[in-house]
């Protein structure tokens, strides 16, 4: 009797280790996730080449009146790191998600769109809801004269608002998080709705398989009234002002699978 009481004992330590090696086992399991930055952009919308100035103004042609109508080219930004969530982003709520950084290295530099290139990543299989992405507070608009094309400026900006006062030297970082209710900013510890039509609709990563997302940005050939509210004929960040006129909104996420 003691005997079988014994083996029985074993048994079930045996099945309930398999059982926890299959769980293990499964947790392991990863798929491949790509993601890619995209823009309908070529190299001769890429500005005339002087971001890396000490001013923001010393560069840029002249403004041709109080009003200067100009066509959006290209954004020259600096996204730094990007992470993934199972869990979802929404207003009101604090970010107490599990999140997954896909970047191994914080960028600093500001790149096009287009040419950013992320390493692909192995992650846990599961459905994915919400990315979050962190960007240098400064970045520019690369405009051309609607008038004269050959005309071209690069606009400071930050991320908060074309009146807010703006330094080159700027390293100070903004974060961007998205899910299927669009865009949000955290703010005072809970995530407030800022864009809902830049939404993610969430994807699949499966075991041995690849999933990619593309994050897209959509504002080239918005016109862009420059208002030379100081009226001195140069663009200044913070005094002047941008009318921005779009068909569209600003980016939004292509999902694919390999």
């Known amino acids: 009797m003691k005997t079988n009481s014994i083996l029985s004992i074993l048994l079930c330590t045996l099945i309930l280790v398999a059982g926890c090696k299959k769980d293990i086992d499964g947790d392991k399991k990863t798929g491949l996730l790509k993601f890619k930055m995209i823009s309908p952009t ?34 020259n930004a600096c996204v730094g790191d990007i992470w993934v969530s199972e869990g979802i982003v929404t207003e009101g709520r604090a970010d107490n998600l599990v999140w997954i950084r896909l970047t191994d290295v914080t960028n600093t530099k500001l790149l096009f769109f287009e040419d950013y290139s992320f390493a692909p990543k192995n992650v846990p299989v599961g459905t994915y809801r919400s990315i979050k992405i962190s960007l240098r507070n400064i970045f520019y608009w690369v405009t051309e004269l609607k008038s004269n094309p050959t005309i071209k400026y690069e ?6 608002s074309s009146l807010a006062p703006c330094n080159v030297d700027d390293q100070s970082w903004v974060i961007d998080y998205f899910s299927e209710d669009g865009n949000h900013y955290l703010i005072n510890g809970v995530f407030k709705l800022v864009a809902p039509d830049e939404k993610i609709g969430g994807f699949t990563v499966e075991a041995g398989k690849t999933a990619t997302v593309s994050w897209r940005w959509l504002m080239r050939g918005c016109t862009f009234n420059l208002l030379d509210l100081n009226k001195n004929r140069v663009f200044d960040c913070g005094v002047d002002d941008i009318d921005m006129v779009c068909p569209g909104y600003m980016s939004d996420f292509i999902v694919g699978y390999e």
């Not at 190299?43 to 066509?71: C, F, M, R």
């Not at 606009?155 to 908060?160: A, I, S």
């Open 42 to 75: 070529s190299t001769e919308n890429k500005g005339i080449g002087y971001t890396k100035s000490t001013s923001s103004t010393t560069s840029n042609p002249p403004l041709v009146g109080d009003v200067t109508v100009t066509i959006l080219k290209n954004i």
């Open 155 to 160: 606009l400071l900006q930050t991320m908060g």
